[in-house]
C-alpha cells in the first residue's frame, strides 16, 4: 500500500508537472499566434506599399479594351482627321506615344509626327490643342473620352490640324 501511494504521488506530481508545461506549450503558441498575425499584417502593409509604388513608376500604356475604344469611336467620327503629334525625347513618353500613334493609324487618322528633346519647363501628360467650333474636333475628345485616355484639352488655332497633339512625360502622382 505504501507503495502504491508514492507511485499515486509521483504520477499526480508528474500529471501536474506535465499540465504545467502543457499550459506554458499554450501560452508559447498563443504569443507566436500573435507574432504571424502581425507579421502578416506587416507584411500585406509593405506588399501593398510596394504594388503602388509600382504602379507609380510603372510605364504608361494603353490596354487592349482602350485601344479598342478609341478605334471605334475615331472610325465612327466625321472623317478625314489630321494631327500633329509631338513626342518628348523622354522613352516612357515616346513608347506610350508610339502606342497612340498605333492607334490612331488604325483607325485611318491622318498626320505628321515630330519628335524632340526635352521642354522647359517640363509638360506632363497628353495634351491636346483642338479647333474651336469644329465637329471633327470634338469627335476626337470624345474618342478619348469613351476610351478612357486621360488628357488635358484646350482649344486654340491649329493650322491645317483638326488636332495637334503633345504627349509629356508621365504625370506624377
Known amino acids: 500500500m505504501w507503495g502504491t501511494r508514492v507511485r499515486d504521488h509521483d504520477f499526480e506530481s508528474q500529471m501536474g508537472q506535465l499540465d504545467i508545461s502543457a499550459g506554458k506549450a499554450n501560452e508559447s503558441a498563443e504569443i507566436l499566434k500573435k507574432g504571424n498575425i502581425e507579421l502578416q499584417t506587416t507584411l500585406e502593409r509593405e506588399r501593398s506599399a510596394r504594388l503602388k509604388l509600382e504602379a507609380q ?51 485611318k487618322v491622318q498626320g505628321q509626327t515630330n519628335k524632340i528633346g526635352m521642354i522647359a519647363p517640363p509638360r506632363y501628360g497628353i495634351q491636346i490643342t483642338l479647333q474651336p467650333n469644329s465637329t471633327k474636333s470634338l469627335s476626337f475628345k470624345n474618342a478619348l473620352e469613351k476610351a478612357s485616355i486621360p488628357a488635358i484639352f484646350s482649344f486654340g488655332n491649329t493650322g491645317q490640324f483638326d488636332a495637334q497633339i503633345l504627349i509629356g512625360l508621365k504625370p506624377m502622382k
Not at 500633329?84 to 493609324?105: H, W
Request: charged share 20%.
Open 57 to 107: 513608376i510603372a510605364p504608361r500604356s494603353l490596354s487592349e479594351s482602350q485601344r479598342a475604344a478609341l478605334i471605334k469611336a475615331l472610325i465612327a467620327a466625321p472623317q478625314p482627321f489630321i494631327i500633329d503629334i509631338t513626342l518628348i525625347g523622354d522613352r516612357e513618353a515616346e513608347m506610350y506615344g508610339e502606342q497612340l500613334l498605333s492607334a490612331l493609324q488604325e483607325a
